[in-house]
C-alpha cells in the first residue's frame, strides 16, 4: 500500500512538472506578441495523511503535488495607471501634432515664406513711390501683389484641406472605438463561457486588456470587472460595454451648413464629448486622441468675420486651434487686400486714375464675384455668402491689371503721372497700428507686427503643448517599462524555468520506475517461495 501511494505522489509530480512545462512553452510562444502577459503555474502540496506519533508530534505524509492555478502575472494598479496617462498623451499627442502640421503648412522655416513675400511687397511699394509711372516699378508691384494672393490662397487651402484630413481622422476614431467596444463584449462571452466550466481563458483576457489599452488612448473610459468575469465600460461617463449589449457612437453633422462630423451615442442622440467646459488636467478631463483631434479641428471653417464678436472668438474659435489659425490668419489677409484696395479703388467716391485714366479698378479681387453688380452697387461682404468675403482662398490678381499695368490707379491727380501721395498714403496704412491682436484686445499692430505675432502666438502653443506630451511619453515609458518588468516574458527566465521543470519531471519519472521496479520484485520473484 505503501508502494501505491509512492506511486500516485510521483505521478502527481509528472503531471504537476508537465502543466508546467506546458505554460513555459506557451510564454515562449508568446515571448513577442503585443499584450501578452506572461502565465505562472501556482503548485501546492496535496492533503497530508497521520501514519502514527512520535511523542507529541504527529507523523504525516504528504499526497503529492497539486495545481493550483495558472494565473496571469498581472497589476491591475499599472494597468489603471498606465490606461489613465496613456488617455492624456492620446489628448496632447493630437493637439501637437495639428500645431506642428499648421507651422508646416505657414512654411516659416522653409520656402518662401509669407514673411519674406510682405518684404517683398513692401519693398515693391517703395519703388513704385520713387517710380509711380515706371512700368518696371509697377510690374514689380503687380508680381509681388500675385506671390502675395498666391500664397495665402495656398495657406488657406491646406488649413481647410488638414480639417478635412482631421475629420477622416474623427470618422476613423470612431470606428475603431465601436470595433473595440464589440470585440470587448465578444471577450467578455468567452472567458465567462470557458471559467464558468473551470478553465482559464488568460489568451482571452490579455486580448481583452489590450483592447482596453487601445480605447483609453482614444476615448476617456472607466471599467470594472463584475463577478463573472464580464468587464463593464463607461466611456466619457456613458455606458459603452455592458452585459451583451455596446451603445456604439454614431456622426451627425457638427453644425449647420458644415461639412465636419461630431460624434454622438447611438442609444440618447447626446453629444460623446462636452467641449464647452474648460479642459484641463486640474478638471482630469484631458483625456483622449478623440477629443483632442475634436477639439484641435473645430466645428466649421472660420474667417475673419469671426474675429469681429469677441464672445463668439472666445467661446466658439478660440479653443481650436485650427479655426483660431483661420480666422486670424484670414484678418491679417483681409486686411492687407481691403486696405489696398479701398486706397485704389474707394468704395463711396471716385478714386485715383490709373495711366490710360481708369478708376476705381481694384487690385485684389473676389473668385467668383466682381466688386459692382449690375447697377453699380458695392457688393459687401456677408458672413452667410463665402463668395462674397475678401478671403484668403477666395482671391485673385484682378485680370485687368494683370494685362494692363496701366491700369494700377496710383496717379492722385488725372495727368500727374508722377505724383506718389496714393502709394505713400498706402505706405502709412501698412505702417498704421490698427490690427487687433486678439479680439477685444487692447493691443493694436501693423501688418508685419501683426503676422510675427500671430506666427509667434502658434509657435508658443505648440511649444506647451510638445513639452506636455513629452511629459506623458516619458511617465508612460515609465510605467510601461514597470509592466514589463512584471508582466513581460522573459526568454532567459523561461528557459530556467524550463529546465527547473524538466528536472522535477525526471525526478518523478525515476520514482516511477523505482517503484515499478519494487513491485515488480514483490509480485514476481517473492511470491516463488510459497510455490
Known amino acids: 500500500m505503501s508502494s501505491i501511494s509512492s506511486l500516485s505522489r510521483a505521478i502527481s509530480g509528472l503531471q504537476a512538472s508537465q502543466y508546467g512545462l506546458q505554460a513555459t512553452a506557451h510564454n515562449m510562444a508568446n515571448v513577442n506578441t503585443p499584450g501578452y502577459v506572461r502565465q505562472q503555474v501556482l503548485m501546492k502540496d496535496s492533503t497530508y495523511i497521520k501514519i502514527g506519533s512520535n511523542g507529541y508530534s504527529n507523523l504525516m505524509v504528504g499526497m503529492g503535488t497539486d495545481v493550483q492555478a495558472l494565473r496571469q502575472v498581472r497589476d491591475m494598479f499599472l494597468d489603471g495607471a498606465f490606461r489613465n496617462e496613456v488617455s492624456r498623451y492620446g489628448y496632447y499627442n493630437s493637439g501637437a501634432d495639428a500645431l506642428d502640421e499648421i507651422q508646416t503648412i505657414l512654411g516659416e522655416t522653409e520656402g518662401e515664406s509669407m514673411e519674406k513675400i510682405l518684404e517683398k511687397f513692401w519693398k515693391s511699394l517703395n519703388e513704385l513711390s520713387k517710380h509711380p509711372d515706371g512700368k518696371e516699378a509697377r510690374g514689380t508691384f ?3 501683389a500675385v506671390l502675395f494672393v498666391n500664397k495665402a490662397n495656398l495657406i488657406m487651402e491646406q488649413l481647410d484641406e488638414y480639417q478635412m484630413n482631421l475629420n477622416k481622422q474623427v470618422t476613423d476614431k470612431v470606428d475603431e472605438i465601436n470595433r473595440l467596444g464589440e470585440e470587448i463584449s465578444m471577450l467578455n462571452d468567452k472567458i465567462v463561457k470557458y471559467e464558468i466550466n473551470g478553465d482559464n481563458a488568460n489568451d482571452y483576457r490579455d486580448a481583452r486588456n489590450n483592447a482596453l489599452d487601445k480605447l483609453a488612448n482614444i476615448i476617456d473610459i472607466t471599467y470594472k470587472e463584475d463577478k463573472l468575469g464580464n468587464v463593464i465600460v463607461k466611456a466619457e461617463g456613458f455606458d459603452f460595454v455592458s452585459v451583451g449589449n ?3 457612437i454614431e456622426l451627425e453633422q457638427a453644425v449647420p451648413n458644415s461639412p465636419l462630423v461630431s460624434p454622438i451615442w447611438k442609444a440618447t442622440g447626446k453629444r460623446v464629448f462636452n467641449l464647452d467646459t474648460e479642459i484641463s488636467p486640474e478638471k482630469e478631463n484631458d483625456r483622449g486622441s478623440l477629443k483632442g483631434i475634436l477639439l484641435s479641428r473645430g466645428t466649421r471653417r472660420a474667417n475673419w468675420m ?7 472668438f472666445n467661446d466658439n474659435v478660440k479653443p481650436s486651434v485650427i479655426m483660431r489659425t483661420q480666422s486670424k490668419f484670414d484678418l491679417f489677409v483681409h486686411s492687407v487686400v481691403t486696405a489696398v484696395n479701398d486706397i485704389i479703388a ?6 485715383p486714375f490709373g495711366l490710360d ?3 476705381n479698378i481694384e487690385i485684389f479681387k473676389r473668385k467668383h464675384m466682381d466688386r459692382y453688380d449690375s447697377s ?8 452667410t455668402n463665402p463668395n462674397s468675403l475678401y478671403s484668403a482662398g477666395n482671391l485673385e490678381i484682378n485680370p485687368e491689371v494683370l494685362n494692363d499695368y496701366d491700369k494700377i490707379c496710383i496717379t492722385g491727380v488725372q495727368g500727374e503721372v508722377q505724383n506718389n501721395d496714393v502709394v505713400e498714403e498706402i505706405k502709412a496704412i501698412w505702417q498704421d497700428s490698427r490690427i487687433e491682436e486678439y479680439p477685444g484686445s487692447d493691443s493694436k499692430l501693423n501688418v508685419n507686427e501683426y503676422y510675427v505675432s ?8 505648440g511649444k506647451v503643448t510638445k513639452t506636455q506630451m513629452e511629459n506623458q511619453q516619458i511617465l508612460i515609458a515609465q510605467i510601461d517599462n514597470q509592466r514589463s518588468i512584471l508582466m513581460g516574458v522573459s526568454s532567459d ?5 524550463m529546465m527547473k521543470y524538466q528536472h522535477a519531471y525526471n525526478a518523478s519519472a525515476r520514482v516511477v520506475t523505482v517503484v515499478d521496479q519494487m513491485l515488480d520484485q514483490v509480485i514476481n520473484r517473492l511470491g516463488l517461495v510459497g510455490r
Open 306 to 312: 469671426d474675429t469681429e464678436d469677441e464672445n463668439n
Open 376 to 383: 453699380d452697387t458695392y457688393i459687401t461682404e456677408e458672413a
Open 493 to 497: 527566465e523561461e528557459l530556467g524555468n
Open 246 to 248: 455596446v451603445n456604439k
Open 346 to 351: 474707394p468704395i463711396a467716391k471716385k478714386g
Open 454 to 461: 500671430f506666427v509667434g502666438d502658434i509657435g508658443n502653443v
Open 357 to 359: 485714366g481708369s478708376q
Open 142 to 144: 503687380v508680381q509681388s
